[in-house]
């Protein structure tokens, strides 16, 4: 049995990057000019299974290539200590976390009167934990040739929860920027997470990086893509074949992935050592689907507010673009209100604008999706304001 290449797993680097090549060469340039390039300061942005996490890969294997040090973190707690920790090879002194000064007291003008003043401790952990990243950075670089070698730090699931540590990440970089230090900063995440972000009124510094938005791919590439791997690991697909696994995907990432991977199942399931058929691919597709649902349609839909998925589920009746008035209509709701949530959907990159008054489904086969959970997720949310109107029971009092 052949080893399948296609790897659908959340962030694992697939044989072939499809329809990135762009963004790899900007970066690469960026490296190549050298301190002070604009590109070494990036973020990347777009849904769910668009590729985010493996573009960072890429372009820590690239930095990696020239010999340069790359730190992968993710914006959890503590990430930070963690950089630092790489940074020291696990070695070194432990970091300071925080600075907590004594509250003073003032004499104020009023007899009889003190005031308690807590001096800055938030502030001088943040200064603190900068002063240590830029510390262990440029500590690395000193033993670095910084004429073709820097230390590249990349950034994931970046959120506003994880604020205060990324300001002491991007107040480090700044000033290492500022003293010609060979270094580069990327970081990803969801759209509105990264905009929260960028948008903090402490770390105006990010505002300049470059943006990556990451779409869908040409399915010509895509195409040539399937055609290039499946060759390459020892299988033949033929033209109406590759069509159809190209056609199935939509042009989005993460399916091709999913597409690829199943097809190839599929094929050594029907004893099919050397080829992938119609049907293998029709099989593979139809359980590429299913996949696709679990594994990105329901975190981003559970991810959002009630009225969000009221909307999602009302434009789930369409067969094609919704009308945004006849989609008010159905959740009961003017269409000024509703337009607060076509925008936030359309900023998730969820739902998109198809012309005046419409909006379309942006992430492939989530109006199946919902369709086919319609009248489960209906239910779960009816009883969820149930309980939070402290009523369980249905309105004679019986249960539901």
């Not at 003190?114 to 603190?128: K, N």
């Not at 042009?251 to 097809?263: N, T």
């Given at each position: 049995m052949k080893t399948n290449p296609f790897k659908p797993t959340a962030g694992k680097t697939p044989p072939v990057l499809v329809g990135r090549q762009s963004v790899l060469d900007d970066?690469?340039?960026?490296?190549?000019?050298?301190?002070?390039?604009?590109?070494?300061?990036?973020?990347?942005?777009?849904?769910?299974?668009?590729?985010?996490?493996?573009?960072?890969?890429?372009?820590?294997d690239y930095a990696k290539s020239l010999g340069w040090v790359v730190v992968d973190q993710?914006?959890?707690?503590?990430?930070?200590?963690?950089?630092?920790?790489?940074?020291?090879?696990?070695?070194?002194?432990?970091?300071?976390?925080?600075?907590?000064?004594?509250?003073?007291?003032?004499?104020?003008?009023?007899?009889?009167?003190?005031?308690s003043v807590q001096l800055g401790a938030v502030e001088l952990r943040r200064r603190e934990k900068a002063y240590n990243l830029r510390q262990a950075i440029g500590g690395k670089l000193d033993t670095m040739d910084e004429s073709n070698q820097g230390v590249l730090v990349t950034l994931d699931e970046v959120q506003k929860t994880s604020i205060e540590e990324i300001r002491s990440l991007a107040i480090g970089i700044q000033h290492l920027i500022r003293e010609d230090r060979n270094v580069?900063?990327?970081?990803?995440?969801?759209?509105?997470?990264?905009?929260?972000?960028?948008?903090?009124?402490?770390?105006?510094?990010?505002?300049?990086?470059?943006?990556?938005?990451?779409?869908?791919?040409d399915l010509q590439e895509i195409w040539m893509s399937f055609e290039r791997t499946i060759a390459q690991y020892g299988k033949n697909a033929?033209?109406?074949?590759?069509?159809e696994l190209a056609l199935?995907?939509?042009?989005?990432?993460?399916?091709?992935?999913?597409?690829?991977?199943?097809?190839?199942?599929?094929?050594?399931?029907?004893?099919?050592?050397?080829?992938i058929t119609a049907e293998d691919a029709e099989q593979g597709i139809r359980r590429a689907k299913l996949k696709l649902g679990d594994m990105v349609h329901a975190p981003a839909f559970d991810g959002l507010s009630?009225?969000?998925?009221?909307?999602?589920?009302a434009m789930?009746?369409?067969?094609?673009?919704?009308?945004?008035?006849?989609?008010?209509?159905?959740?009961?709701?003017?269409?000024?209100?509703?337009?607060v949530y076509r925008a936030q959907?359309?900023?998730?990159?969820?739902?998109?604008?198809?012309?005046?008054?419409?909006?379309?489904?942006?992430?492939?086969?989530?109006r199946d999706y919902l369709k086919e959970h319609a009248a489960h997720h209906q239910m779960k949310m009816t009883l969820q304001k149930m309980m939070e109107e402290g009523n369980p029971m249905g309105a004679d009092g019986n249960d539901m």
């Amino acid at each position: 049995m052949k080893t399948n290449p296609f790897k659908p797993t959340a962030g694992k680097t697939p044989p072939v990057l499809v329809g990135r090549q762009s963004v790899l060469d900007d970066f690469k340039f960026a490296l190549m000019d050298g301190v002070g390039a604009p590109g070494r300061l990036r973020y990347v942005t777009g849904p769910r299974g668009v590729g985010k996490t493996v573009m960072l890969n890429a372009l820590g294997d690239y930095a990696k290539s020239l010999g340069w040090v790359v730190v992968d973190q993710t914006a959890e707690p503590g990430f930070t200590a963690g950089i630092i920790q790489a940074l020291r090879d696990g070695g070194g002194n432990k970091t300071m976390e925080a600075i907590t000064l004594p509250s003073a007291s003032v004499t104020t003008p009023i007899p009889g009167v003190e005031a308690s003043v807590q001096l800055g401790a938030v502030e001088l952990r943040r200064r603190e934990k900068a002063y240590n990243l830029r510390q262990a950075i440029g500590g690395k670089l000193d033993t670095m040739d910084e004429s073709n070698q820097g230390v590249l730090v990349t950034l994931d699931e970046v959120q506003k929860t994880s604020i205060e540590e990324i300001r002491s990440l991007a107040i480090g970089i700044q000033h290492l920027i500022r003293e010609d230090r060979n270094v580069a900063f990327v970081f990803a995440g969801l759209p509105s997470m990264v905009e929260e972000v960028i948008n903090d009124k402490v770390i105006t510094f990010l505002r300049r990086a470059e943006k990556d938005h990451l779409g869908s791919v040409d399915l010509q590439e895509i195409w040539m893509s399937f055609e290039r791997t499946i060759a390459q690991y020892g299988k033949n697909a033929d033209y109406q074949v590759l069509n159809e696994l190209a056609l199935a995907t939509n042009g989005y990432p993460f399916m091709i992935q999913l597409v690829g991977y199943w097809a190839w199942r599929y094929s050594d399931v029907n004893g099919h050592d050397d080829v992938i058929t119609a049907e293998d691919a029709e099989q593979g597709i139809r359980r590429a689907k299913l996949k696709l649902g679990d594994m990105v349609h329901a975190p981003a839909f559970d991810g959002l507010s009630a009225m969000a998925k009221d909307y999602l589920l009302a434009m789930s009746q369409d067969d094609g673009p919704s009308s945004t008035s006849e989609i008010a209509a159905r959740i009961e709701r003017s269409p000024q209100y509703a337009s607060v949530y076509r925008a936030q959907l359309i900023e998730e990159d969820i739902i998109e604008s198809t012309g005046y008054g419409y909006v379309d489904f942006k992430i492939p086969y989530l109006r199946d999706y919902l369709k086919e959970h319609a009248a489960h997720h209906q239910m779960k949310m009816t009883l969820q304001k149930m309980m939070e109107e402290g009523n369980p029971m249905g309105a004679d009092g019986n249960d539901m």
